[in-house]
């Protein structure tokens, strides 16, 4: 049994350690694997007898171009060495101790002289000297209180509330009714295997709160799935033909299958689309700059993986079971 360690970039969504973890449990030879969000760093046991480091690595560097650096084991320092190490340590320090303590002592000895020398020698002007710093300390402080740093009167005027607000009209793709009460603001990569997931946990929150939960897509393809970007385009080359949403569905039911330039024609075609003015909009990159512009906003708003899913302007990162979204939506409802 052997154990490799290593760390590993390119990591840009906020569950990509999951999928790492998913993909190497099921290899064979593979013991446990762990893989820490936070640091981007994992640890596997493997059977050396069945599978090799490299095939490790490859197998990781494969999913979405992830390249990975060995972190290399520091030699360990026998228990022996390190306990004299400490004792000699300790005894170099009461040394020192006891010199320092001897000069703290006649230190403080002569400052106490000096206090009372000058205590007998000026002590009217030395409360009059109070008394004016008293004031001075009085006026900074309350030019602290009526003047806020600049980052934090930012942030009081920008954002007080801590919750994102959108400009919503009919020109954004929305799926339920226009005037409900409840807004899912959707940052989504067509590419991305959470989003996938997510799906149909949207589907089923806007079937039980009909009317009530409105759903508004927007584009965040991310730069390591190759053909994020074109899937979107592809969506708004649908839109243009008043059918986003059956293309929309068509792309995310197909992602296992993997998407190219033919795929996405072939779909526009199985969707009922004019084929020819779809495919002269797909080549021409007629909505690359409008993919590119929710992808920003996406950016200002916070976002940085998918799916992000602002409720009512509170984000909400990750494909989160779908009894953890309804609970949000239920408190919402509740006030």
């Known amino acids: 049994m052997q154990k490799t360690k290593f760390k590993i970039q390119g990591i840009k969504c906020g569950n990509c350690s999951l999928l790492i973890e998913e993909r190497l449990k099921n290899k064979d030879g593979v013991i446990k694997v762990k893989v820490d969000q936070t640091s981007n760093k994992g640890v596997v046991v493997y059977d050396e007898q069945k599978i090799t480091e490299q095939d490790i690595y490859q197998a990781v560097e494969n999913i979405n171009d992830f390249y990975l650096e060995k972190i290399e084991e520091m030699p360990k320092i026998h228990r022996v060495d390190s306990q004299k190490i400490f004792k000699d340590h300790q005894l170099l320090i009461k040394r020192q101790s006891f010199s320092k303590t001897l000069l703290f002592v006649n230190i403080v000895f002569l400052m106490l002289n000096l206090i009372l020398l000058n205590s007998s020698l000026g002590k009217g002007n030395v409360t009059k000297g109070q008394n004016n710093n008293k004031n001075t300390n009085n006026t900074k402080q309350n030019v602290q209180l009526n003047n806020p740093s600049p980052s934090q009167q930012k942030d009081q005027e920008t954002n007080p509330t801590g919750l994102q607000t959108f400009s919503i009209t009919k020109d954004n793709h929305i799926r339920g009714d226009f005037n409900a009460e409840i807004t899912l603001v959707e940052f989504s990569d067509f590419e991305c295997p959470f989003c996938e997931r997510h799906y149909p946990t949207v589907n089923k929150i806007l079937s039980e709160y009909e009317g009530k939960v409105r759903l508004v897509y927007k584009h965040f393809p991310l730069g390591f799935h190759k053909n994020a970007q074109k899937a979107a385009e592809a969506s708004e080359c649908a839109a243009e033909q008043g059918k986003f949403w059956e293309y929309h569905d068509k792309l995310f039911e197909n992602q296992p299958v993997g998407y190219s330039l033919e795929k996405f024609k072939q779909w526009a075609k199985d969707t009922g689309l004019n084929t020819s003015k779809f ?15 929710d992808y920003q906003e996406g ?37």
Not at 279 to 293: P, Y
């Open 279 to 293: 495919n002269n909009c797909l080549d021409s990159g007629k909505f690359a700059q409008k993919v590119k512009d």
């Open 299 to 335: 950016v200002e708003k916070g976002v940085n993986g998918t799916p992000a899913t602002f409720v009512n302007g509170k984000l909400v990162s990750g494909a989160v079971p779908y009894n953890s979204l309804k609970e949000i939506i239920d408190n919402i409802e509740s006030k």
